[in-house]
């Protein structure tokens, strides 16, 4: 397995526009993190999958925002109605329930124009 | 409350040793993990330290933990160029408050040849 895998890796959109990003897990991995990274900053955690149920949410994952895990292995963040503020590195993240360290995918980069 | 802090940057010459410092508030947390970022990157996984041991030591890399002070460092030995990136210290905290990561704004290693 080569590691947790993201799609695309950069996204430019217009303000406004809705965008997807998927995540690929390790294989063998249960648990999916989804977490963003603004410049200068460590990441901060928007939500959290157990298989396909998604157990936790952060305040910052607006209404705008929704992610779902259909069958428990890929995941998807998608984003409506982009503002610039959304502009960011999206990481997601994979782990077994125990040691449950998480490990990181490349990112995508989104830009809102 | 969750907060991790660390100090912005540190410049060291090549063959050094480096000690790169962070604090963190929640007494409670379980593991305490160390991150590394390169430039457009995902975040790679260093090491990390369960919260009942003082001490880890990994190849070039040390971890010491002062729970009393709430204070974690990574010592890496003999720093290379190829150390030079973002390094995080992030804190798990208990179960009860989900599985997120909470993490640090990041400490900049700039290592000097």
């Known amino acids: 397995d080569t590691g947790v895998s993201q799609d695309p890796r950069h996204k430019i959109t217009k303000r406004g526009q809705n965008v997807t990003f998927r995540c690929d897990p390790i294989?063998?991995?249960?648990?999916l993190y989804w977490y963003r990274q603004t410049l200068g900053q460590g990441p901060e955690f928007l939500t959290y999958?157990?298989?396909?149920?998604?157990?936790?949410k952060s305040r910052l994952l607006s209404d705008r925002f929704s992610a779902e895990r259909p069958k428990g292995s890929f995941s998807t963040l998608e984003i409506q109605r982009t503002e610039q503020g959304d502009s960011a590195m999206y990481l997601c993240?994979?782990?077994?329930?125990?040691?449950?360290?998480?490990?990181f995918g490349p990112g995508t980069r989104l830009t809102v124009t | 409350g969750e907060d991790v802090e660390q100090s912005l940057f540190l410049s060291v010459r090549e063959g050094d040793s480096s000690v790169i410092n962070c604090t963190y508030t929640?007494?409670?947390?379980?593991?305490l993990y160390w991150y590394k970022q390169e430039p457009g990157a995902g975040l790679q996984l260093l090491t990390y330290?369960?919260?009942?041991?003082d001490m880890k030591q990994d190849q070039r890399l040390t971890v010491l933990l002062n729970k009393k002070d709430k204070h974690l460092s990574l010592r890496i030995a003999d720093t290379q160029t190829g150390d030079s990136a973002i390094y995080f210290c992030?804190?798990?905290?208990?179960?009860?408050?989900?599985?997120?990561?909470?993490f640090g704004a990041g400490t900049i290693l700039r290592v000097k040849s």
């Open positions: 993240a994979s782990s077994l329930a125990v040691p449950g360290e998480q490990y």
């Open positions: 294989s063998e991995h249960n648990r």
């Open positions: 999958f157990q298989n396909e149920a998604q157990l936790e």
């Open positions: 929640d007494s409670s947390s379980t593991y």
């Open positions: 330290i369960f919260s009942n041991m």
């Open positions: 992030a804190e798990r905290p208990p179960r009860e408050y989900g599985n997120k990561l909470v």
